[in-house]
């Protein structure tokens, strides 16, 4: 049995803080490539129709142009079945912003000049961008993101609601939101042709080397060659440094595809194409706006007697991505009588993706909005309400927790945030100031992703080398799996370096579904067993096993979740209805923490990205004409280091035993889900007023 | 056109730059220095964070002709043996070095007190940010009497945009090199006046 305790669940410090700190880091876009060729993409201004006719004569002339590639020239794709991946294979435009064409040339600038000069001619159809509940058309996905069934029904709620003493019945709603990972994705493509195919296809003997950002290489790579009609070792996809994702990186884009054309059209030349910021708002993925209706029925103790979560939310018409928005009410709390829906609607808008906790964030800013509401419509502590709804199994499944510790979590924090100072809402002003108290329960699922595998190899010298085709978006994965395998090898953490982000290292799953530190980690574990056993501890120079993550069978007989408190001070201007943040606790069950220190600045920063959330991301989509107006910094806003002001993060001493070698569950995504919520609820109790509407701007506190 | 520019404190010409580019592009495109980052082109999120004259500027907003005959330090130019690095960044897959206490990449005492607090406070993420902070700080720390308000700080910071930490380590990291910084320069000042290193 492995010993935890040299290094796992010590604050090691960042193995690549040192490169990052002194910018020797080596981003997607920062790494040398021989005689580079750069790519400006051509986005279509309608949102629905079809390319008529493209001039491209005055972009061609530009000087340093070499290749203008569009639907009508672009290499043939092998499968063109996934319709944001089928890039310039016909003349269709799904959305705004959709690629129609692309630039090659000597350098971004002549790229991005000649790009402009590229005049397309459109045949415009009537497009539809604008959600609404009660709009014709909503369908029921077969299936929403995750794998979850879409409906769920269980007793008679509204019966329940009928007889039930005390009910909450309203509609939320959460805007689009972008996931703004500093880094703008870039793919840098580089083909070794081999013997073209009749007709510019794409041979069988053609390699392709892709330097990308993404959460993922080896998904990148099967991917890809699936589209290319390549076999996948014939793909190679590099990014060991990759300037976060949020979900955005989680699978290969259209941009990937686009980048990989382009070099197809200049031989011999790798190609740079990096997104802009603007072009990554219609192209990299974003939250579906969602329209949530919560209906609460309990008697007048606060005993819940039905729990109702319908979700209304959008995908694209060119394919669909059903955010699962209600499925945490599944599992949440007690009651008889539950249902959960999504409808969506096929709207022709950019496709949406994996943001941050997809289906939790906004799905928990709902849910626990509304308990808020029932806590004060029952006159009970909001901790309170949530105590006595604690569910002793699982209420979907009937499964044992593996570990529920969330009224632990409430009442460590009521403790440690002063929450007892908590007045009644609208009474307490400082100043000019009125000062609020809130709080909303958090979690998230515990995924172990099958599919990863590790390998150790001893270099002599007392040093080894274990490989995985991992990632580390800013996560700190790179520095657990070191402390991981320093264990589970029982040597000092120094003596081990981990090899990431190349998908010529053994496979591995995405970065995703806070899933990273546990599934990697268990095949690394496995790996270092495997490496031992087959060893011992005097291997010669050059030994090397590896081990596949093994099975969980406890994964099937528990219902594993990571919980949490959310706690947010707020003050709100009297006069200008401004919001400030001036204190945020999270206290987290998560199982074992791997390294305390990398760990906080996830939970911190998943906090922060709420507050962020709660009051300032609101992608604005103007209808007439499908773009998102607000496509940048400067007014898409994310949340500054002066809106910040203490968020502080703490967790239960545990491990899950269930939970894999490593008793820990994913840690990633749980610090943003029910944080505005907090805030909200704070906001409610500052100042009286119900904010039901993301994100929480002074014109509504102020009506 | 050609420029001249003194870059980390060292002269280098780039030829054939057109009137249009920006300082960042020079840098990183043209001069191997990758160091500032490209992440909005529109100064709004401070990634490209440089010095120019001694003054803190957004390099994509600087027209690389601006910086004719001006002395630049980019944050590669903070550390010992930096400026020579030529070519772009290489560093993959670190090991922790012996040396640095786990820590792998140059050493730690061979950075800048704030790239070493940056790493020491966990201030550091997927690091996109972290060249244009570590430069913004460097300069709030460099031109400040004394150490410091957190309100200052926050408020010195706030052009440069980070998804990942929440700011809160960051703040940490800062603080720590000020405290640090100015506690030296204290000692220095004592250490020059007669009889001052004995009290």
Request: proline letters at 6%; one cysteine or more; glycine letters at 10%.
């Amino acid at each position: 049995m492995t010993v935890w305790r040299e290094a796992v669940g010590t604050p090691a410090a960042r193995v690549e803080g040192p490169a990052k700190v002194t910018g020797r880091a080596g981003y997607t876009y920062d790494r040398p490539v021989t005689d580079p060729a750069y790519a400006f993409p051509v986005q279509a201004t309608i949102a629905r129709g079809r390319v008529a006719s493209i001039d491209s004569a005055a972009a061609a002339g530009v000087e340093g142009v070499l290749a203008v590639v569009t639907h009508r020239d672009a290499a043939r794709l092998a499968d063109t079945g996934d319709a944001e991946l089928a890039v310039l294979q016909s003349d269709e435009v799904g959305f705004r912003g959709q690629f129609v064409g692309v630039v090659v040339a000597e350098t971004p600038q002549a790229a991005r000049y000649a790009a402009g000069l590229v005049r397309v001619e459109y045949e415009q159809r009537p497009h539809d961008t604008e959600l609404r509940a009660d709009r014709p058309g909503l369908y029921a996905p077969e299936q929403v993101n995750g794998g979850f069934v879409s409906d769920t029904d269980e007793g008679d709620v509204d019966a329940a609601m009928e007889a039930a003493a005390v009910t909450v019945d309203r509609a939320y709603t959460t805007p689009m939101e972008f996931n703004s990972p500093m880094e703008p994705h870039v793919s840098v493509a580089v083909w070794d042709p081999g013997e073209r195919a009749p007709g510019g296809g794409f041979a069988e003997g053609a390699r392709l080397t892709l330097f990308d950002s993404t959460q993922g290489p080896h998904v990148v790579r099967s991917t890809l060659a699936q589209v290319f009609g390549l076999p996948p070792e014939r793909v190679r996809v590099i990014s060991p440094y990759v300037g976060g994702g949020f979900g955005s990186k989680g699978m290969p884009h259209a941009h990937n595809v686009l980048a990989a054309l382009a070099a197809w059209a200049v031989p011999g030349r790798p190609v740079k194409l990096a997104l802009t910021r603007q072009q990554m708002f219609a192209l990299a993925g974003h939250r579906t706006p969602t329209i949530q209706r919560v209906r609460l029925g309990a008697g007048a103790d606060g005993r819940l007697t039905a729990v109702a979560h319908e979700v209304v939310e959008h995908t694209s018409a060119i394919k669909e991505f059903a955010e699962q928005t209600a499925v945490g009410a599944r599992m949440m709390y007690a009651a008889p009588n539950r249902r959960t829906s999504h409808r969506l609607a096929a709207l022709d808008v950019p496709v949406p993706s994996w943001m941050r906790a997809p289906g939790e964030a906004p799905g928990f800013f709902a849910l626990e909005v509304a308990m808020d509401e029932l806590a004060q419509a029952c006159g009970l502590d909001p901790i309170e309400l949530r105590a006595r709804n604690d569910p002793e199994v699982d209420p979907e499944s009937g499964r044992p927790w593996s570990g529920r510790h969330l009224v632990r979590c409430l009442r460590e924090g009521a403790a440690r945030f002063g929450w007892a100072e908590r007045t009644a809402p609208g009474t307490r002003l400082v100043g000019r100031e009125l000062v609020g108290l809130g709080v909303a329960a958090s979690t998230y699922p515990y995924y172990r992703l099958p599919g990863s595998r590790a390998v150790v190899e001893y270099e002599g010298g007392g040093r080894y080398t274990v490989r995985i085709g991992a990632a580390d978006i800013g996560t700190g994965a790179w520095t657990a799996l070191t402390q991981i395998a320093a264990d589970a090898l029982g040597c000092r953490l120094r003596a081990v370096r981990v090899e990431i982000g190349d998908s010529d290292l053994p496979a591995a799953t995405v970065a995703g579904g806070s899933s990273g530190t546990t599934s990697w980690g268990s095949a690394v574990v496995a790996a270092c067993r495997a490496f031992r056993h087959v060893y011992g501890e005097q291997p010669p120079a050059g030994a090397e096993a590896g081990a596949d993550m093994p099975d969980d069978p406890d994964a099937e007989r528990f219902a594993m979740h990571s919980f949490g408190a959310q706690f947010a001070e707020v003050r709100v201007d009297a006069d200008t209805g401004e919001v400030r943040v001036p204190r945020m606790l999270g206290v987290f069950s998560v199982g074992r923490v791997v390294n305390p220190r990398t760990a906080r600045s996830q939970f911190i920063g998943g906090m922060t990205m709420g507050l962020s959330m709660a009051l300032h991301e609101r992608g604005v989509l103007d209808h007439r004409t499908g773009h998102v107006i607000n496509h940048d910094l400067a007014e898409y806003h994310i949340a500054t280091h002066a809106d910040v002001v203490d968020v502080d993060a703490v967790w239960l001493d545990e491990e899950d035993v269930h939970a894999g070698p490593l008793g820990a569950r994913g840690i990633g995504e749980i610090g943003i889900v029910g944080a505005a919520a907090a805030i909200a609820n704070a906001v409610h109790n500052a100042t009286g007023v119900r904010v039901r509407d993301l994100p929480i701007t002074p014109d509504v506190l102020l009506r | 056109m050609r420029v001249n520019v003194h870059v980390n404190g060292e002269p280098m010409v780039a030829d054939d730059v057109w009137e249009g580019e920006s300082l960042l592009y020079v840098l990183r495109e043209r001069l191997g220095l990758p160091g500032a980052k490209n992440a909005c082109e529109q100064g709004e999120c401070g990634s490209c964070t440089v010095y120019l004259d001694g003054i803190t500027v957004c390099a994509c907003l600087v027209a690389a002709g601006q910086a004719e005959g001006r002395e630049v330090v980019t944050v590669e130019g903070l550390s010992e043996g930096r400026a020579r690095r030529r070519g772009g960044a290489h560093d993959r897959n670190p090991r922790p070095d012996p040396d640095a206490d786990g820590v792998a990449g140059p050493r730690l005492d061979r950075l800048d007190e704030v790239q070493r607090c940056f790493v020491e406070a966990g201030a550091v993420q997927c690091g996109f940010c972290t060249p244009g902070l570590v430069v913004q700080a460097h300069s709030l720390i460099a031109s400040a009497s004394r150490v410091p308000e957190d309100a200052e700080i926050r408020e010195a910071l706030a052009g440069n945009l980070c998804r990942c930490t929440g700011y809160e380590k960051i703040l940490d990291a800062v603080r720590l090199a000020a405290a640090r910084v100015h506690a030296r320069a204290a000692a220095e000042d004592a250490r020059t006046v007669p009889g001052g290193a004995d009290d």
